[in-house]
């Protein structure tokens, strides 16, 4: 009877520190599961719930009061999120500005640290368990840059493989419609890069940042170039180079592990066209100058550059590069400046800006499929990852796709020309022969 007696106590404590939490908020698409299976607040069901797995669950989540602290709850499995991932963000927009203010965390840290379970000072120790402290050296230096690419792109590409279309495409595709095939967007997508820099046969391309080589491999294959891809990663290169010679194409198309840093300005290393796509935000927005500089070099007069490259918008949530789930789990280093920084880089090297069009709802779109894609493939995730790694993905394909739903990030196409000694483009006048 005593037992009984103080685990209802502890559950009538639980529900009302989830009252707290909530206070203001109209949780119509998200609701709780205490670890007897009891649902707050009672009524219908709701499109996902958060799964409370032990009576201290709560205060793994809400004490350390950060997005990193909530980020690390779920990954050591003291919650889950059972049901449509993506509306829990619509709950997370609320919780993490009120749990900042600190008369409300105060309070609220008093009702948590009353739940049973470890106390303030191993929850917060284990909510300051950082991954990049192992990213050490200079930021944005080549060596640290180095390993904070291979941190985010060398996990498995068996494990990417299980998400990624067929081509291993890792940036947003380009939809006609919602109900769009992912491999189809992606191909289309590729189509569509190598029309807006009009790509002809016997020119030289370089894709800066390739990845697997997907758009490598469709530029020589489809539009007759020369195709240069340079990378970080040595999985991504070798899977690459296995490509190209299943494809016949290695007289046409190369890959190499080189820092965007090492490309050459020699006439022998001169291009008619370079892309970028997803590179950028590699690169920190104090060197942005540096990278369009020796772009800008390394193209012919008249060349051009397509990059593409995320960015804040202007309803981006406040600033925490240096301390998001994101930045310590995915991207360490990662930067996404707003659009106008991005563009003043450019012109203040030498480019002038001939398009910038932004893809943010197929970014969404990408992201809705490949969550759905992970999450359909989670028992054979884990043949490649363990369960803590395949929660990193959830949560951040899910939240990336919040992100861009709601218009906290963008994703710019920026097409940049190299002008001739005289001022002039080749540019023609109109943008049909994109839409063809």
């Given at each position: 009877m ?10 009538e404590?639980?529900?009302h ?10 949780p ?6 205490l ?19 032990h ?5 793994r989540?809400?004490l350390?009061?950060t997005?990193?602290?909530?980020a ?5 499995g ?21 749990l900042g ?31 990049l402290?192992q990213?050490?050296?200079?930021r ?35 939809f ?9 967007a992606?191909k ?11 790509l002809r ?8 940042g ?10 020589a ?8 891809g ?5 999985p ?6 296995a ?12 890959i ?23 590179m ?7 060197r942005l100058p ?13 060349g ?8 804040e918008s ?12 994101i ?27 001939r ?38 993905w ?5 939240g990336?796709?919040h992100?861009f ?24 006048l109109?943008?049909n022969?994109?839409?063809?």
């Amino acid at each position: 009877m005593r037992a009984s007696s103080s685990q209802d106590s502890i559950k009538e404590r639980t529900r009302h520190v989830l009252s707290e939490i909530f206070a203001g908020s109209s949780p119509d698409k998200v609701g709780v599961r205490l670890w007897d299976g009891t649902a707050w607040p009672e009524g219908r069901a709701r499109a996902a719930m958060f799964s409370l797995k032990h009576s201290g669950a709560l205060a793994r989540m809400f004490l350390p009061g950060t997005e990193v602290g909530l980020a690390e709850a779920y990954l050591h499995g003291d919650f889950d999120i059972e049901g449509d991932m993506e509306a829990a963000f619509e709950i997370g927009d609320f919780l993490l500005p009120h749990l900042g203010n600190w008369k409300k965390k105060l309070k609220l840290a008093g009702l948590l640290v009353a739940l049973p379970g470890e106390r303030g000072r191993s929850i917060i120790r284990r909510a300051a368990n950082q991954v990049l402290p192992q990213i050490r050296g200079k930021r944005h230096s080549p060596e640290r840059d180095r390993r904070a690419v291979t941190f985010h792109y060398d996990v498995s590409n068996d494990f990417y493989r299980l998400w990624l279309d067929r081509r291993m495409v890792y940036s947003c595709a380009y939809f006609e419609s919602p109900e769009d095939d992912l491999d189809w967007a992606q191909k289309r997508k590729l189509d569509y890069l190598c029309r807006k820099l009009r790509l002809r046969p016997g020119q030289r391309l370089l894709d800066v940042g390739c990845g697997w080589g997907a758009l490598v491999i469709h530029a020589a294959k489809h539009f007759g170039v020369q195709a240069e891809g340079i990378t970080l990663s040595e999985p991504q290169a070798s899977w690459a180079r296995a490509r190209i010679a299943e494809e016949g194409l290695t007289d046409k198309a190369t890959i190499q592990l080189r820092d965007y840093r090492e490309i050459s300005a020699h006439r022998s290393e001169i291009y008619d066209a370079i892309v970028s796509v997803g590179m950028a935000e590699h690169v920190g927005r104090e060197r942005l100058p540096d990278y369009f500089r020796l772009v800008h070099r390394a193209l012919k007069p008249d060349g051009v550059l397509l990059n593409q490259a995320i960015g804040e918008s202007v309803v981006a949530r406040p600033d925490n590069r240096n301390g998001s789930f994101i930045e310590q789990y995915v991207f360490p280093d990662g930067d996404v400046p707003p659009l106008p920084i991005m563009l003043g880089a450019a012109e203040s090297s030498g480019f002038e800006i001939r398009d910038v069009e932004n893809l943010r709802e197929h970014y969404a779109l990408t992201l809705h499929q490949w969550l759905a894609r992970l999450e359909a493939h989670h028992a054979e995730a884990l043949s490649f990852v363990d369960e803590t790694t395949y929660r990193v993905w959830r949560l951040y394909l899910a939240g990336s796709r919040h992100g861009f739903r709601r218009g906290h990030i963008a994703v710019y196409q920026t097409l940049l020309a190299k002008l001739s000694p005289a001022g002039q483009t080749s540019q023609p006048l109109t943008r049909n022969d994109w839409y063809r």
